[in-house]
């Protein structure tokens, strides 16, 4: 299987998750991202189910409703019962790394109100160590060189994203070079810094389960209790 080829059947292995353990008339978060896109595709065939999404994104909402989805506000919305999104590295506890894509903060909310986080990537996302993949750091634009200096003394190479404005208004540091060997300290010690608005580490809120494409098949695999 291509890479293009594992990302549709991980969102055709969420599609029947979340139809299997999803109750009828429920809330499903829906996260961003290429493999998200193809989970939204998927989904439109389980309109029916569905009592309402709540997107992680702007460019997430506009896909949803293209298929007619109804997409919720999120302060409408007292319970979600599942959460599927991609990840740019996970690791074996479940910790990731997200906001690839630039939606970490709306990702990180959905993912704070969901009972379920369910993580739909393929083999190359899978790591030992998270960082390889630049960190990414939602920041107030105010804050930014201090932000940038503050990151520089946690051992990281800050770099900004350029010509990109996050749906909240906010610029992203990418941090090259950390070796996360504690990501629960460190997204505590990052999201500790004035002007941060939100870090990349998922691992306070890591995934419960992880649908994981490889050239053969989808593997399930779960958070370790
Ligand atoms: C967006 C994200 C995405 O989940 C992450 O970037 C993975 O994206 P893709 O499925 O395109 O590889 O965190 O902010």
């Given amino acids: 299987m291509t890479q293009d080829e594992m990302k549709r059947a991980v969102a055709q292995a969420a599609r029947d998750y979340v139809a299997t353990h999803l109750p009828t008339g429920a809330i499903l978060g829906v996260g961003t991202g290429s493999t998200a896109n193809c989970f939204i595709d998927e989904i439109a065939a389980l309109k029916s189910h569905l009592g309402g999404t709540v997107a992680s994104s702007e460019a997430t909402?506009?896909?949803?409703?293209?298929?007619?989805?109804?997409?919720l506000d999120l302060n409408d919305v007292e319970h979600i019962g599942i959460y599927v999104d991609g990840a740019d590295e996970i690791d074996a506890s479940l910790s990731m790394i997200k906001g690839g894509g630039g939606a970490l903060t709306r990702e990180k909310i959905v993912a704070a109100v969901a009972d379920t986080f369910v993580c739909i990537c393929d083999t190359s996302k899978r790591v030992a160590t998270l960082g390889r993949f630049p960190l990414p750091v939602e920041v107030i634009p105010m804050a930014r060189a201090h932000v940038a200096r503050q990151l520089s003394q946690l051992g990281g190479t800050p770099k900004l994203r350029e010509g990109y404005i996050t749906d909240n208004g906010n610029l992203?540091?990418?941090?090259?070079?950390?070796?996360?060997?504690?990501?629960?300290?460190?997204?505590?010690?990052?999201?500790?810094?004035?002007?941060?608005?939100?870090n990349g580490l998922f691992a306070q809120r890591g995934a419960d389960v992880l649908l994981l494409a490889t050239p053969s098949t989808v593997e399930v695999v779960k958070r370790k209790k």
């Fill in 61 to 71: 909402r506009q896909r949803l409703e293209g298929h007619g989805i109804r997409v």
């Fill in 172 to 198: 992203i540091l990418d941090v090259h070079g950390l070796h996360i060997n504690q990501p629960t300290a460190l997204e505590s010690r990052i999201d500790g810094i004035a002007g941060v608005v939100c």
